[in-house]
């Protein structure tokens, strides 16, 4: 088999493959035994979260794939992985995590073979992002991932996903790459769950396999981020009219080990893009197309999208490429899109194919939806979203995005605009700043006047964080900020000081801190104490007015801050230890301690 035949052979097989039950429905009534029927323990099995914690893992895949076929024998096929995967919880948030992930080791053979460029394409970084109680809600890829990789990735991430809940026995919903499924839960021990597929949700263009046996042993423990190990066997038959008969076996293991040494954690600093299929026929083809067929083509581009529940990234980049193809294509799109009965994520892609493109006429059409009260507010806020992330902006999408971040729209529905606005100006400053200097200093010398002029507190606080929005690292810019900080507004000197968290505070920190012991506000003094956890090294009377404060402080999130503060300056000051010790007896918020314990352990 050829090297393209066998990659191609290795992605089908990976994404049909290795989750086993994706690829089918099952409707069967079978249900699992569920045990213990007394509690094993009074306290609830959580899933750890340590920002900055780092793990390693052995994974294993085994899957045997096997189809009748009359009069030709059938087909048969085993896959086999081995990896290693590093993985870091790179940040904790109420509501998600965020976990850096990569295999540093990948060897995946198919009936015996193996394609080393394969291997070494599954190796890039990765994110995912994952609720508390551990299910995946999002990946993130480089740009340079190609979308048959992320699909493999994201499915065998997803094969080990755990989803905690309190008590001793539970049912969850649960999303892989083939929809929703029920599955149960049952807590064998003080760390042990077993998982057992219920059923997956009807879905008509799946065969339903007429024999299920699924089990997962599943072990936590509060020393380790995400799961600590997971043995998965499964076994799905299908023997349905107008299907061939199948049969897969599904064996993987995945186990934490001892020696943890992921790499360096910029590697997952990346911008997370969607796959990237490159134009490589564009001027051979699409130029030559008239804008008759540009347009039917284009109309059934959309068509397809509409329709799709697989595959949308390379159907995204067919509609950028066809808008890079003719510059009269933009505004036929904006034909369609105001014309016809397109899904909110269609709607939604489309914005993105604009800002993929990122040419002078899609951006014209974008700042036309952005401008026209004709169009609804949430077009309106994705168009200017989509114009926030072109890489080379056009004068007049400044004009465009500065007149709605100048408008006062406070008491019409379109009321969300000028904060966007101001917001996008900000982020396009980040692109500038490397690209073109001069248009830059313009751009942040604008919003630095417009938050000095604005007069109500809100608007001065969106253009703090546009100035945030430009990642811009210069000191004087921190040393602009500080009047800030004296505001009569508490929202504009929070802003104040959450920007300066962004851009860091370095040169402003004796200033930050006389600031924040005179702070009435809880809000603004807990941004505060953030801005000065951002210091490189933060002054001595810094962490000593955080130790004294630290247990009469009554707002919480500025404890928290008080936390990471102490906290990630635990070396040389065994008084900041003693501090989160005492609190972590104390504090009323299961949030801080957590935090505390986080750094102590």
Avoid at 425 to 453: F, K, M, T
Wanted: negative net charge; hydrophobic residues 40%; glycine residues 4%.
């Amino acid at each position: 088999m050829s090297s393209p035949e066998w990659r191609r052979a290795a992605v089908a097989a990976l994404v049909i493959v290795v989750l086993g039950a994706v690829t089918w429905v099952w409707r069967g009534d079978y249900r699992p035994s569920l045990s213990p029927t007394s509690p094993i323990s009074e306290d609830a099995l959580e899933l750890t979260w340590r920002e900055g914690h780092r793990q390693q893992y052995q994974v294993e895949v085994e899957s045997d794939f096997e189809m009748s076929m009359a009069g030709t024998g059938g087909q048969a096929m085993t896959l086999s992985i081995a990896a290693i995967l590093d993985q870091e919880t790179l940040s904790v948030e109420p509501e998600t995590i965020t976990s850096g992930m990569r295999f540093s080791q990948f060897q995946l053979s198919i009936s015996g073979a193996s394609d080393p460029a394969v291997n070494r394409a599954l190796q890039l970084p990765f994110r995912v992002i994952f609720s508390p109680q551990g299910q995946p809600l999002n990946f993130e890829f480089p740009a340079e991932m190609a979308a048959e990789h992320r699909d493999v990735l994201q499915n065998l991430i997803g094969m080990f996903q755990a989803v905690l809940n309190n008590g001793d026995r539970w049912e969850t919903l649960e999303t892989n790459a083939s929809g929703k499924y029920a599955a149960s839960y049952s807590r064998t021990s003080a760390q042990t769950l077993v998982k057992q597929k219920l059923r997956y949700l009807s879905d008509p263009q799946f065969a339903a396999p007429s024999n299920v046996e699924s089990r997962e042993s599943i072990d936590v423990d509060p020393q380790n981020d995400w799961i600590t190990s997971m043995v998965l066997q499964e076994v799905l038959v299908t023997d349905q009219a107008g299907a061939p008969p199948t049969r897969v076996e599904n064996t993987a293991r995945i186990a934490l080990l001892e020696a943890a040494t992921p790499g360096d954690t910029e590697q997952w600093a990346f911008t997370a893009t969607p796959a990237q299929t490159e134009p490589e026929d564009l001027d051979a083809e699409l130029l030559a197309l008239s804008l008759e067929q540009a347009t039917g083509r284009l109309e059934a581009t959309i068509s397809q999208l509409n329709d799709a529940q697989e595959g949308r990234n390379t159907l995204i980049y067919q509609v950028r490429d066809l808008l890079l193809s003719n510059d009269e294509l933009p505004s036929m799109l904006l034909d369609i899109m105001r014309l016809e009965d397109l899904t909110t994520h269609t709607r939604a892609d489309l914005y993105l194919a604009f800002e993929l493109a990122g040419t002078p006429a899609a951006q014209s059409t974008l700042n036309i939806i952005a401008l026209d009260p004709a169009w609804p507010p949430e077009d309106a806020i994705r168009a200017i979203v989509a114009l926030a992330g072109v890489a080379n902006p056009t004068a007049d999408t400044l004009n465009s995005l500065w007149n709605l971040a100048r408008s006062n729209l406070a008491d019409t529905q379109r009321r969300d605009l000028p904060g966007t606005a101001a917001l996008a100006i900000g982020s396009l400053g980040d692109e500038l700043r490397e690209s073109e200097p001069g248009s830059y200093s313009a751009l942040r010398n604008d919003l630095l006047a417009s938050a000095q002029s604005a007069s109500l507190p809100s608007e001065r606080t969106v253009f703090l964080y546009a100035l945030g929005n430009t990642k811009d690292p210069d000191p004087s810019l921190q040393q602009d900020l500080l009047p800030f900080l004296e505001d009569p507004s508490s929202q504009v000197r929070g802003a104040a000081a959450k920007t300066l968290s962004t851009l860091g505070a370095n040169e402003v920190g004796p200033q930050l801190m006389n600031r924040v012991q005179q702070e009435p506000s809880g809000p603004a003094k807990a941004s505060m104490v953030e801005a000065l956890a951002s210091l490189e090294k933060p002054p001595e009377d810094a962490l000593a007015w955080t130790r004294s404060s630290l247990s009469k402080e009554q707002d919480e999130r500025t404890r928290y801050n008080m936390v990471v503060l102490l906290g990630q300056n635990l070396e040389g000051y065994p008084e900041n230890r003693l501090a989160l010790q005492q609190l972590l007896e104390t504090d009323a918020s299961k949030r801080v301690r957590q935090k505390a314990a986080d750094y102590l352990y």
